[in-house]
DNA sequence: GTTCTAGAAC
DNA sequence: GTTCTAGAAC
């Protein structure tokens, strides 16, 4: 009974492995030929549904061009990151997001490979948000504005990168409200506040 | 990135 | 006893 259990797991994992390129922070890049994620493509990048998304809409903009992450990103990929910025913002301004308020960054320390923009409501609404680490990671200076990494990167030819301990104490940062002064003592407290935000 | 679960917190 | 968080995953 256990060692059939064990095979069929292990079967599953070869599946997931196969899927994956090998590791499961591969797993963006075939999430980006997964026809049931993507909304729009083209030559130069794929925008996905988020498959865990942390909000009721929630984005990846993934460039075509292989940039593993933000800290292998230089003034040569300006041109790239203002057009991603402007599919993000022109993916905000269609009809089913209307009265819909978004965020736009990239995570300062992403888990996964190559480089994506996270494009989210602000709802914050999503049984798929569990941890503090995801609510502190779209909440907190981690997530890095798009507009800004664009704004420096043109004026200074580089993008002003967080160190590791900076990321660590965002991610430590005591859960709080986005939209109010209330501190949830939990983050079951948290998401049972918010909903009163909602629209 | 998620899942699972031990043990801390309540 | 139950809820919740946080660290391992070979």
């Known amino acids: 009974m256990s060692g059939k259990r064990k095979n069929f797991d292990s079967e599953n994992d070869d599946l997931k492995k196969m899927k994956t390129n090998g590791h499961w922070s ?70 089913r997001h209307q009265s819909r308020t978004f965020k736009m960054g990239y995570h300062a320390e992403a ?5 994506h923009l996270h494009v989210i409501s602000d709802d914050m609404n999503s049984p798929c948000l569990k941890t503090k680490k995801h609510w502190n990671s779209f909440t907190t200076h981690f997530l890095l504005d798009s507009k800004e990494v664009c704004e420096n990167l043109e004026k200074y030819g580089k993008i002003k990168l967080l160190s590791s301990e900076y990321c660590k104490k965002m991610m430590d940062t005591p859960l709080k409200c986005h939209k109010c002064d209330y501190i949830p003592k939990t983050m079951p407290d948290l998401k049972k506040h918010i909903m009163k935000h909602l629209k």
């Open 111 to 115: 888990s996964m490979t190559r480089l």
């Open 26 to 95: 591969n797993g963006l890049l075939s999430a980006m030929e997964d026809p049931e994620l993507i909304v729009q493509s083209n030559s130069k990048l794929v925008v996905i549904q988020d498959k865990f998304p942390k909000a009721e809409f929630h984005y990846l903009i993934i460039p075509r061009e292989d940039i593993h992450s933000l800290k292998a990103v230089d003034k040569s990929h300006l041109e790239l990151l203002k057009y991603m910025h402007n599919i993000g913002e022109r993916l905000t301004q269609e009809p």
